[in-house]
């Protein structure tokens, strides 16, 4: 690190075993941006990073105020991570505004980095205060270092010709040099991404960028106020190729890799939802891969369009989020009467109705569950961490195909845009999956039975350009094997009794559930979706200080694994911890008559660890 | 296709289910003539596939022996746009209704007519739900008495062909149900466009709105009543042929030829490639003041949708090469943890 020096003076290092930092501003002040490079950066030199990008509903808020406050955090560790952190080491703010609304997650003691420049009273003003929260006696409680940022950014700029507003533009990238002085981040990756960046008839304002990141970190070097710096080693991940990846890039990539398992095309038709769009987006890029990607005029014509697609023998998939799920109910009991493979991916924002669209919230269960008419069962799957993503929808699409049924898989806001290191999978090690669309009727003496079933109740994925094998699919109760309209009421309540049956058989084909900590004991921890990291990170806790504790995480929802009943037996407590009123809770209640108690919190936020971490010591007196 | 040197026969498109429309529906005419011009349209009853929403006509696909989906209402074109985008291969066909397509189906079927799909669709308009046993339809009009509307309709109905041209259908037609023999030469014309086909029936409802187009089926008064468009032609109607209409300023009117003051070349030629503004004043002429055209309103040629996003899958893969996996996984920023 030290080449990158250009002072004399060299300040000390300290090495830490994580560091959680936050950058806030205002919404155009680019902290998205400064997190996501300095995630990557932090994974690159082989930390272990969990993030949590936190930004308003509106696209640009009225600048300066509270409403426009942007905000990512990131932990970046020597030891495994699953959360971004409770509370913040380092806070930098580039606004009053952003400082008020984040102060209070930052440590005592800690590094408060702010923009000097933004201050003024026309800021105070924007920001609804009447003094300067830096003249505050609070502030003693923190190291605060008093930038000036977008004077020392200017200058920095200012051989490059660029207007006033471009120059402003450059200062996150100077917030970030001092950053990465800070904590001894290489500043190759993000140069590289800067210059690949702006390269196309835009150089003046990559070399200007270039230039600020190099101001920030020369600025650390030379002030007195940092009297050191802080570094980072490795954490030891498990041997691999590892990249970083976001949960709605690896839900794409994913379904990419599904599609090429099953030796289809995919088929992905969307109607663009926070905070599920950028499923769309990414890949809407590899059409190279074959990919089909449709943009319909709304939710229900996205879920029929990918009926069509998998009536057609090709990969259906629907993405969304909860207020269109709830408009995609309709098709999907139809897709479910069809008995077609099918995925529905649900990335869960705060509801209801339009809600907290850019914030988390897992409160779509029960609407998957049972927001459809009639007896309609689905699958339901649940993602646990941005990788995740990538797995679930492949264990999805085999179920979808194996029982010719449509899957449910849940995503939420915090998976989606959160991002983690990811081990690069071999694909040639990932088994094809065995597809079959018939060639021959399954009926000498009469017509194609499009309704005649397998061992696991599958019927025959039989498609259109098939010689001999016409047939006529609706959402009107069929006659079981002939696949006619049937209005018998004996046939009815058969045909219900197979649809569920299905679902269930779906467990025969899925690993048992696996429990972390004890066999058995005082408490078990049941969670599902994108609460693991902090509940695995809570009980490692609790387990550490001596409690009788143990955690099971749920990627299965629908059915439940086979041995689910059976381990919550072996606990005198089930702590269920979601963020929704207690909705896996009154499932586990119904199914298994388990007292499970529920911990619930519905802010738009994920659980921190020590939220948790209090409520099972509370349970393991 | 190893049933390509098979002629194919009205019979080869016969499923085997009862057919449960009422007796004397106007569903039936319009199936018998679709059986009659599926073979010899010439595509096999495996390539073919009939996609319908929910309503009497819906029942459609499952009297016919090709393949076929009976899907909820109103969303057959979105079901139909993702087989076609999965399966350009196919010949597929939507049935419906007015509900079904203009009613809870209505963004689908704009959309469905501007992304230019290469289907046909066929509407079966009797101006009334009849699955639901007769509430008014949003083709119903204005008066009409139904379980719903006791005391009449009061909103306006909507043109069907009108909104076709408004979604920029490239191809629109419209035929009567008891007049066969056009009612065939419209499908098969249909079957051969490149693109969206769109054909409103004329449908007699004998249950809840019998006599709904009588003036276009009876066929002591149809020749006064409706006019054939006939491309290149002057639009001329009458059983004695001794009447046309003519463009008069922006308005269309009729004209008596008999009294020899106006003469064949001052009537309207119609032009299935007429800029959509003439397109969109045929589509008003309306009984009693106007006899209602029946025929290829429009038939022009734009690329198909499902060509051109094919076509952007074929140019990303000439200029990308096809997509690998391992090298999308292993770009941009990597790094390697060692044993
Ligand atoms: C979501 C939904 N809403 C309502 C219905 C009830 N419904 C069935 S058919 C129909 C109207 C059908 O009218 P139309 O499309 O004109 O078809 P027709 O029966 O006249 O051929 C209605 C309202 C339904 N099946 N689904
Ligand atoms: S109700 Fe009307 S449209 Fe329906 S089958 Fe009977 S006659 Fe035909
Ligand atoms: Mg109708």
Redesign the pocket.
């Known amino acids: 690190m030290s080449t990158q020096a250009s002072s004399t003076i060299e300040k000390p290092v300290e090495f830490v075993s994580g560091i959680t930092v936050r950058l806030v501003g205002d919404s155009g002040d680019g902290m998205q941006l400064l997190g996501q490079q300095l995630t990557n950066t932090s994974a690159l030199l082989g930390n272990d990073v969990a993030t949590f990008p936190d930004f308003p509903a509106e696209i640009r808020a009225p600048r300066g105020t509270r409403a426009g406050v942007s905000g990512f955090q990131v932990q970046f560790a020597s030891h495994e991570v699953h959360t971004p952190g409770d509370t913040l080491d380092a806070l930098v703010a580039m606004n009053p505004a952003a400082l008020v609304t984040n102060l209070a997650d930052l440590v005592k003691g800690g590094l408060l980095i702010v923009n000097d420049d933004s201050f003024e009273d026309k800021d105070l003003k924007l920001a609804k205060l009447n003094t300067s929260p830096l003249e505050d006696p609070s502030m003693e409680k923190y190291r605060l270092i008093k930038v000036p940022m977008t004077r020392l950014t200017k200058e920095a700029v200012s051989e490059f010709g660029l207007s006033t507003k471009e120059a402003d533009r450059c200062k996150n990238f100077f917030a970030m040099g001092l950053v990465y002085w800070l904590y001894g981040r290489n500043m190759d990756a993000t140069l590289r991404f800067i210059h690949g960046k702006f390269s196309a008839g835009k150089s003046a304002i990559a070399a200007a960028n270039e230039k600020a990141l190099r101001a920030g970190w020369a600025y650390g070097e030379t002030i007195e106020a940092l009297g050191q710096s802080y570094n980072v080693e490795p954490a030891k991940l498990s041997p691999g190729t590892y990249r970083n990846i976001m949960g709605n890039q690896a839900l794409a990539w994913g379904l990419l890799a599904a599609a090429q398992r099953s030796g289809k095309e995919l088929f992905y038709a969307s109607y663009p939802i926070t905070p599920a769009s950028d499923i769309l987006h990414e890949l809407a890029r590899y059409k190279n891969f074959g990919v089909c990607t449709f943009q319909a005029e709304d939710e229900i014509a996205a879920v029929c369009s990918a009926i069509g697609a998998s009536y057609g023998g090709q990969m259906g998939v629907t993405t969304s989020s909860g207020p269109g799920i709830a408009l995609k109910a309709e098709a999907m009991g139809l897709a479910l009467m069809l008995e077609l493979p099918l995925l529905v991916i649900d990335v869960q924002r705060g509801g209801p109705s339009t809600g907290l669209p850019t914030k988390t919230e897992q409160a779509d269960l029960l609407q998957v569950m049972f927001g459809r008419n009639g007896e309609a069962p689905l699958p339901v799957f649940a993602a646990r961490s941005p990788g995740d993503c990538f797995d679930i929808v492949q264990d999805a699409w085999m179920i979808a195909t194996q029982l010719m049924i449509p899957v449910v898989v849940l995503s939420d806001g915090y998976i989606a845009n959160g991002a983690e290191p990811w081990k690069i999978p071999d694909m040639t090690k990932l088994a094809p999956f065995t597809i079959r669309h018939p060639q021959e009727s399954n009926n000498p003496d009469g017509p194609f039975k499009p309704y005649l079933r397998n061992e696991l109740l599958a019927r025959p994925w039989a498609i259109p350009g098939t010689p001999g094998l016409m047939h006529r699919v609706g959402g009107i109760e069929k006659e079981d094997g002939t696949g006619n309209i049937s209005y018998d009421p004996e046939n009815h309540q058969k045909m219900v009794h197979i649809r569920a049956q299905k679902v269930a058989n779906a467990a025969k084909l899925l690993p048992p559930q696996d429990v972390e900590g004890p066999q058995s004991g005082d408490l078990l921890v049941l969670s599902w979706g994108g609460t693991y990291g902090a509940c695995l990170t809570a009980v490692q806790r609790a387990q550490a200080a001596g409690k009788s504790v143990a955690h099971a995480h749920l990627r299965y929802l629908n059915p439940f694994p086979s041995n689910l009943g059976e381990i919550l037996g072996r606990y005198k407590k089930v702590l269920i911890p979601e963020l929704n009123m207690g909705q896996l809770q009154m499932l586990i209640r119904s199914r298994y008559l388990v007292d499970a108690i529920g911990y619930n919190k519905i802010k738009g936020k994920p659980f921190t660890v020590s939220e948790l971490y209090d409520k099972i010591l509370e349970h393991t007196k | 296709m190893n049933t390509a040197l098979k002629v194919l026969k009205a019979d080869d498109f016969a499923s085997d289910q009862d057919i449960r429309w009422c007796p004397g529906c106007g569903d039936y005419s319009i199936l018998a003539q679709m059986k009659k011009v599926l073979p010899e349209i010439g595509i096999p009853p495996e390539q073919t596939v009939f996609i319908s929403g929910i ?3 819906s029942r459609f696909p499952y009297y016919v022996n090709t393949y076929g989906v009976h899907s909820i209402h109103g969303r057959a074109p979105a079901v139909a746009t993702g087989l076609k985008l999965a399966r350009p291969d196919l010949s597929v066909w939507v049935i419906t ?4 397509s203009l009613s809870i189906g209505g963004n689908h079927f704009i959309h469905l007519l501007r992304r230019n799909v290469d289907l046909n669709i066929v509407l ?7 699955l639901t046993k007769g509430q008014y ?1 949003p083709t119903s009009v204005e008066g009409q008495i139904t379980k719903s509307t006791p005391m009449g309709v009061v909103d306006h109905p909507l043109n069907p062909i009108s909104i076709a041209i408004g979604a920029e259908a490239t191809f629109i037609a419209r035929s009567v149900d008891s007049n066969i023999k056009h009612l065939a030469t419209v499908l098969k014309r249909a079957a051969e466009h490149r693109g969206t086909s769109f054909v409103e029936v004329y449908q007699n ?1 004998n249950v809840f709105n019998d006599g709904a187009f009588s003036y276009a089926q009876d066929k002591a008064t149809r020749d006064d009543t409706t006019i054939e468009l006939e491309h290149g032609k002057p639009m001329i109607f009458g059983k004695e042929k001794d009447k046309g209409i003519r463009l008069n300023g922006f308005s269309l009117e009729v004209v008596n030829l008999a009294e020899g003051k106006v003469k064949e070349d001052d009537l309207l030629f119609h032009d299935e490639q007429a800029d959509p503004a003439l397109v969109y004043l045929l589509s008003r002429m309306r009984h009693p003041q106007f006899p209602e055209p029946i025929g290829v309103f429009r038939n022009v040629v734009h690329e198909t949708f499902e060509q051109a996003v094919r076509g952007q899958i074929d140019q990303a893969v000439e200029q990308r090469g096809k997509g690998d996996l391992q090298k999308l996984f292993a770009s941009g920023d990597t790094w390697t943890v060692k044993v």
Not at chain 2, 97 to 100: E, I, L, S
Not at chain 2, 124 to 130: D, K, Q, S, V
């Open positions: 309503g009497c006509s209704g007015d509900g079904d079966f308009n009797n101006r009334i739900y009849g339809s409802c």
